[in-house]
């Protein structure tokens, strides 16, 4: 059997578990998360989405043909041009000023996850990197779906949070997790046992970094 995306989750299944339905996502979900734990894992969020762009530019320096560059050109841009904008007035909509969000200083977390995910791209090749940025891209999409699944999950104007997991379950999201399954399910399918048990490793950190991003927003740590 060729290998696929969903080998990479089923590698490490307890890091992945932790991911999705950690405690941060469930108060989210059902509306008792601390105003201050969403508005510090907000700000670091931003700073989070800026080195992210620096991934997507590395992803296009590391791209060997036309299309591949071009994917990467339109990862960049949803972030550059969108999500960003996004970002910057919801934070604002939660008392974040713009001024406040270009002074921060970065938390261990968000420093450990955007350099590894950067240190992993420039060590190996377009493969690695995608593989380093799935579990966010595809995280926050699966997080969405899982939360909608949950009764205890509370949507609509009773949930101060109702906005971010409207979010992550758009379309638009949707589509482009969706589309990154399909680009890693591609290569995946040629790699050997080796590779994949490297790749694997990759996926894995970077899962626990990104659960290591919500304890730093639960926890309020810098
Ligand atoms: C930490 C983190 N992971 C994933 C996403 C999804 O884009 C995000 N915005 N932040």
Same mark, same amino acid.
Not at 9 to 14: D, I, L, R, S
Not at 138 to 158: H, K
């Given at each position: 059997m060729p290998y696929q995306? %969903? +080998?990479? #989750?089923? $590698?490490?299944? *307890?890091e992945w578990r932790d991911y999705i339905e950690h405690s941060f996502v469930q108060q989210l979900g059902n509306g008792s998360l601390a105003p201050e734990a969403f508005q510090h894992y907000l700000k670091q969020d931003y700073l989070f989405l800026i080195q992210f762009a620096r991934a997507y530019a590395l992803a296009a320096y590391k791209s060997p043909t036309l299309a591949? =560059? =071009?994917? @990467? #050109? +339109? /990862?960049?841009? $949803?972030i550059l041009d969108t999500e960003l904008g996004l970002h910057i007035s919801y934070c604002k909509e939660w008392g974040i000023s713009e001024q406040e969000l270009n002074n921060l200083p970065e938390a261990r977390a968000t420093l450990a996850y955007t350099r590894y995910v950067l240190d992993t791209g420039n060590r190996g090749d377009l493969l690695d990197l995608h593989v380093a940025l799935s579990p966010c891209m595809? /995280?926050? /999409? %699966?997080? @969405?779906?899982? &939360?909608?699944?949950?009764? %205890? *999950? &509370?949507? /609509?104007?009773?949930n101060p949070y109702d906005a971010w997991i409207a979010m992550y379950e758009s379309d638009e999201f949707q589509g482009a997790m969706q589309a990154e399954i399909h680009w890693l399910d591609e290569r995946l399918a040629d790699v050997t046992p080796t590779r994949f048990e490297q790749l694997s490793h990759i996926f894995r950190d970077a899962t626990r970094l990104e659960i290591d991003f919500w304890d730093m927003g639960l926890n309020l740590s810098d």
């Open positions: 995306f %969903e +080998d990479l #989750k089923n $590698a490490f299944p *307890t591949d =560059l =071009l994917q @990467a #050109k +339109d /990862g960049l841009l $949803a595809v /995280g926050y /999409g %699966e997080i @969405a779906n899982w &939360l909608n699944r949950r009764s %205890e *999950t &509370l949507r /609509g104007e009773g």
